[in-house]
């Protein structure tokens, strides 16, 4: 299995609500990563996880608040999101940060309204 | 500052036809560089790397160049198909070896029939 699936595909929240993104792989991999990319704008990283322990945080907001349950498992919590947030997250991973070749989930299209 | 770069931001070309996708770094130190190919829709996806102790490097139809001299990468893609059109990225990991990656702008391949 060499697949990152994410969930949902799409999501629309408000401002106010609460919502969560999900990643998983199955890949035995020990890094995740958050990135949020922009229409017609490269991937920018927000949060990398190594062997399940936060290890870069690139000064996200904390309306954004990733978890990572597990070795599988990556989450990212939202939270009073603003509509410049609307953007395409994406989820990957790596067999340890140190590797660097890092497989991509096929992200989830957010909207804030 | 560090800055992976392209060259064009679209690029066309007609069917059967080589493509040549330019890429330019900044970062001497960097030892690891990666080209993703990324549909409408999906997520970056993997296509070939390339370490610093090498200039070249082939997989099926594609060849990465890497020249250090000029800090220059270059992405060929041999007789080209319309399965083809999307937006390439490269990314240099800046010697960091904590899993980031810095993104180029990316190049719009378009595949005419």
């Known amino acids: 299995d060499t697949e990152v699936t994410q969930t949902p595909k799409h999501l629309v929240m408000g401002m106010t609500n609460k919502k969560s993104l999900k990643c998983e792989q199955h890949m035995g991999h020990r890094a995740m990563y958050w990135y949020k990319q922009k229409a017609k704008k490269p991937p920018e990283l927000m949060f990398v996880?190594?062997?399940?322990?936060?290890?870069i945080n690139e000064s996200v907001p904390s309306r954004f608040s990733p978890e990572c349950p597990n070795s599988s498992l990556l989450n990212l919590h939202l939270h009073a999101l603003q509509p410049e947030d609307s953007a395409l997250y994406l989820c990957a991973s790596s067999q340890d940060p140190s590797v660097d070749e890092q497989y991509f989930g096929p992200g989830t299209r957010l909207t804030v309204t | 500052g560090e800055s992976v770069g392209l060259h064009l931001p679209t690029l066309s070309v007609q069917e059967g036809d080589n493509s040549i996708i330019n890429c330019a770094y900044s970062n001497s130190a960097s030892d690891y560089f990666i080209w993703y190919k990324q549909e409408s829709g999906k997520g970056p996806q993997f296509i070939i790397d390339i370490r610093s102790n090498m200039d070249k490097r082939q997989g099926q139809r594609v060849t990465v160049l890497l020249n250090k001299t000029v800090k220059h990468l270059s992405l060929q893609i041999a007789a080209t198909q319309p399965g083809d059109s999307a937006v390439y990225f490269c990314a240099e990991n800046g010697s960091s070896n904590t899993g980031k990656l810095i993104f180029g702008q990316g190049t719009t391949l378009q595949v005419k029939p």
């Open positions: 996880y190594s062997y399940e322990k936060l290890s």
